[in-house]
């Protein structure tokens, strides 16, 4: 098939390793190409000022700017543009955050290659990608609104945030964060300190307990 066909597909994540097999798997399918692969959403942004893939696929955690916050940013200066997000982490817990966010789908990077290509074909015909689990939580929250209570107040904190607030819920220790978002400990710390006074906990312990309780609670849904 002639290039003039295919598919142009910037890559964003800071593993190489993932970086090379999502391009080694959108290259197998005859009609995409991986134009760029990016380690950080600075890098993309720069690319974005002279050229325009058909596609960007987003990690959520990246050094400096997060994916989410790289997504807003592409889409406030190009709200045509399509976005898949690709991230370890859950869906339920940032799938509807990237949608707002302006993302046109979600994709879990243990799921299959069949299944990323599915979801980058509909992202690509303009439809929006989600598994059904998500796709019925927000039918739920449109037609009943969020549940009340300590879960809804998580949407008041910022998307790095929430990822602080995600791992501490995992058990992992402020040095084991700060390693895993590519941030000084002492980073980490103010974000606790933000968390802690944006959703009124009396001290650390109390906020350790309802990130574990959250983490907990959404991944059933």
Same mark, same amino acid.
């Given at each position: 098939?002639? +290039?003039?066909?295919?598919?142009?597909?910037?890559?964003?994540?800071d593993?190489?390793?993932?970086?090379?097999? *999502?391009?080694? #798997?959108?290259?197998?399918?005859?009609?995409?190409e991986?134009?760029?692969?990016?380690?950080?959403?600075?890098?993309?942004?720069?690319?974005?000022?002279?050229?325009?893939?058909?596609?960007?696929?987003?990690?959520?955690? *990246?050094?400096?700017?997060?994916?989410?916050?790289?997504?807003?940013?592409?889409?406030?200066?190009?709200?045509?543009?399509?976005?898949?997000?690709?991230?370890?982490?859950?869906?339920?817990l940032?799938?509807?955050?990237?949608?707002?966010?302006?993302?046109?789908?979600?994709?879990?990077?243990? =799921?299959?290659?069949? #299944? *990323?290509?599915?979801?980058?074909?509909?992202?690509?015909?303009?439809?929006?990608?989600?598994?059904?689990?998500?796709?019925?939580?927000?039918?739920? +929250?449109?037609?009943?609104?969020?549940?009340?209570?300590?879960?809804?107040?998580?949407?008041? *904190?910022?998307?790095?945030?929430? =990822?602080v607030? =995600?791992?501490?819920?995992?058990?992992?220790?402020?040095?084991?964060?700060? =390693?895993?978002?590519?941030?000084?400990?002492? #980073?980490?710390?103010?974000?606790?300190?933000?968390?802690?006074?944006?959703?009124?906990?009396?001290?650390? #312990?109390?906020?350790?307990?309802?990130?574990?309780?959250?983490?907990e609670?959404?991944?059933?849904?």
């Open positions: 098939m002639s +290039n003039s066909f295919k598919k142009r597909i910037l890559i964003v994540d593993h190489p390793m993932m970086r090379k097999g *999502l391009a080694n #798997t959108l290259e197998m399918e005859p009609d995409l991986v134009i760029h692969q990016c380690e950080k959403a600075e890098d993309v942004l720069k690319i974005l000022e002279n050229d325009k893939p058909d596609l960007l696929l987003v990690d959520v955690s *990246l050094p400096g700017m997060n994916g989410i916050e790289l997504v807003k940013n592409i889409i406030f200066q190009d709200s045509d543009m399509k976005i898949l997000v690709v991230s370890r982490h859950e869906e339920s940032y799938g509807e955050r990237a949608l707002r966010a302006g993302a046109k789908g979600y994709i879990m990077k243990f =799921e299959s290659s069949e #299944t *990323l290509i599915k979801a980058v074909r509909k992202v690509l015909k303009g439809g929006i990608y989600v598994s059904d689990s998500l796709n019925e939580k927000l039918l739920m +929250n449109a037609m009943h609104g969020k549940k009340e209570g300590s879960v809804s107040s998580i949407d008041i *904190l910022s998307d790095r945030e929430l =990822e607030f =995600e791992l501490m819920g995992k058990g992992k220790s402020s040095s084991e964060i700060a =390693e895993q978002l590519h941030l000084a400990s002492k #980073t980490v710390e103010t974000y606790r300190s933000r968390i802690k006074e944006k959703m009124d906990f009396k001290n650390s #312990t109390e906020m350790i307990f309802h990130a574990v309780k959250w983490v609670s959404e991944h059933k849904l």
